[in-house]
């Protein structure tokens, strides 16, 4: 299932923002501040990803129309961009400086939350595979509800990352917590359906 | 044959005694209005060449690019984006403009800004500035000296601080006519008098030797090299001699990140990031020149840390 040729094409479809943005940037054509630029341009693509894959589920449920088939691809995708976030902030603009990486990570709340959604990722991209699914079962599902802590963790990291709120940061934080939301009534619904017996949601 | 008879003015057609004294400033701004002419008109500044000499207080530091200075600001009247006010900013006019100095002083005054800019002998000073977001630029400002202004008005003994007001206008700022505002207007800032009257303190006109781009502040705009960027309030309308500490915009957003000092200062970290480093605009590029180590107040220190005497910068940021 993986290795489905449309998973291929939306993963280097989805790679090209930051190819391209990469390539300005080696081409100082991103302005007069590239490396802040490209940090944010990457994390946006991080949560835009991310939307998509928090989107999968309720769109199947509105709509009838499933591209479950393709959510390890976004989810992946939402690692990819997280990991390339943190390497430009690590490599090119704190240019490796450890000491201050070490103090700024134990100090900062923004970073120490953005630090906790990039750490909620890694086993959620490591257990993006069918063995894992056939290995974890019942606890796979469980483990990737971790994607509601990332989406809760990346809007606070987003809303915190400007001097103030700015309409892009409230609007993509608003999306992010009504996706959780949602998810979060459609949870509790099936607990209480499977409380009564009633096992008629999947 | 007739006696001729040569015509006698009327009263109020005769010059001033005080205006024929200035007649050289007035030739001076004449001229100078007729080289600006093809470059200016009641609208948005064409930037007009300025006549300056240079200044104390010149930076080492290599100047930041035009294109990098006039297209990376952060200027919310016309949008929250860096690149917004250069974008956004061709429909504002700032001429006519009238900068008024009232308040605690014994001779207020509301100058035209033509008339300041002929009055005030123009001079050209290479500042750093430090942005709180932790970059930072280096520009050669033209204009003079805040202390000038200030002199003339004489602020009277119960004067204690200067507060600054910009301007309000949703239809030429777009940033001023969002359905949420982004920061309440006007934009106000304060210094304490002996910060204003520092020799440091200075209001711009121009950059590069050119009246200001109104993404910069056209057409008079506030720069105190040794605090954070966002006291250098810019299209300033008033400037007011007041007795109290006066509210600040940023201030007033949060009183938690943004002080009313605002000195620049290594070691006095903002709540969200440090402020030991900084990125150099157009000098960090993207593979790195890297960070540079915040000085503090910027390099200044040998000038201002005087008036902080045993001031705790911590408590008071």
Redesign the interface.
């Known amino acids: 299932m993986p290795w489905r040729f449309e998973t291929w094409v939306i993963t280097l479809l989805g790679l090209m923002p930051a190819a391209l943005y990469f390539w300005y940037?080696?081409h100082?054509q991103?302005?007069?501040?590239?490396?802040?630029v490209?940090e944010r341009w990457l994390g946006l693509w991080a949560v835009r990803f991310l939307l998509v894959t928090l989107c999968i589920t309720p769109l199947r449920e509105v709509s009838g129309y499933s591209l479950l088939r393709y959510r390890r691809t976004f989810g992946l995708l939402v690692f990819w961009y997280a990991c390339m976030h943190v390497a430009v902030y690590v490599a090119?603009?704190?240019?490796f400086?450890m000491a201050?990486l070490w103090?700024?990570i134990t100090?900062?709340?923004?970073?120490m939350i953005g630090a906790g959604a990039f750490t909620l990722l890694v086993p959620l991209a490591l257990t993006s595979n069918t063995w894992s699914i056939r290995t974890l079962g019942r606890r796979w599902r469980g483990l990737h509800r971790l994607t509601y802590g990332v989406a809760i963790l990346a809007a606070v990291h987003f809303l915190?990352a400007?001097?103030?709120y700015?309409?892009t940061s409230v609007g993509y934080a608003a999306a992010l917590g009504l996706l959780v939301l949602w998810r979060g009534r459609q949870v509790t619904r099936m607990r209480t359906a499977s409380d009564r017996g009633d096992m008629t949601q999947p | 044959m007739a006696r001729w008879s040569y015509p006698h003015p009327r009263p109020s057609e005769i010059t001033p005694h005080a205006a024929w004294m200035n007649r050289r400033h007035f030739m001076a701004a004449a001229s100078l209005a007729a080289v600006a002419a093809p470059f200016s008109h009641t609208g948005p500044a064409m930037a007009a060449a300025l006549r300056t000499q240079p200044g104390p207080f010149q930076a080492t530091d290599r100047p930041t690019s035009l294109e990098?200075i006039t297209?990376?600001n952060n200027f919310y009247e016309f949008g929250?984006g860096?690149?917004d006010p250069s974008a956004y900013g061709a429909g504002f006019q700032p001429h006519p403009w009238t900068l008024s100095v009232e308040g605690l002083v014994a001779h207020p005054r509301i100058w035209d800004i033509d008339q300041l800019m002929a009055t005030m002998t123009l001079e050209e000073r290479l500042y750093r500035m430090r942005c709180?977001?932790a970059?930072s630029m280096v520009i050669p400002w033209d204009g003079f000296a805040l202390a000038t202004l200030l002199k003339q008005a004489e602020p009277l003994g119960s004067a204690r601080y200067v507060a600054f007001e910009s301007v309000v206008r949703p239809q030429q700022m777009p940033g001023q006519r969002?359905v949420?505002d982004?920061?309440p207007w006007p934009y106000v800032e304060g210094l304490r008098l002996d910060e204003a009257m520092h020799p440091l303190t200075f209001l711009a006109v121009g950059l590069y030797g050119q009246t200001l781009p109104n993404q910069n502040g056209a057409p008079v705009r506030l720069v105190v090299p040794w605090k954070y960027g966002f006291k250098g309030i810019k299209s300033i309308t008033r400037i007011r001699l007041v007795e109290q500490m006066p509210p600040t915009t940023?201030n007033r957003?949060d009183p938690t990140e943004y002080g009313f000092f605002a000195n620049v200062n290594p070691d006095v970290?903002h709540?969200?990031?440090?402020q030991?480093?900084e990125?150099v605009?157009?000098a960090?590029?993207?593979?790195?020149g890297?960070?540079k180590k915040t000085l503090m107040f910027n390099g200044y220190g040998e000038q201002v840390a005087g008036l902080y005497g045993q001031m705790n910068l911590r408590a008071q940021f």
């Open positions: 940037g080696a100082d991103l302005g007069a501040d590239p490396v802040n490209f090119l603009d704190q240019q400086d201050v103090r700024d100090h900062r709340p923004f970073l915190m400007f001097k103030t700015t309409p | 990098d297209h990376y929250m860096k690149a709180v977001e970059w969002a949420l982004t920061l940023w957003m970290d709540p969200r990031w440090s030991a480093t990125r605009i157009g960090s590029g993207f593979f790195g890297g960070r």
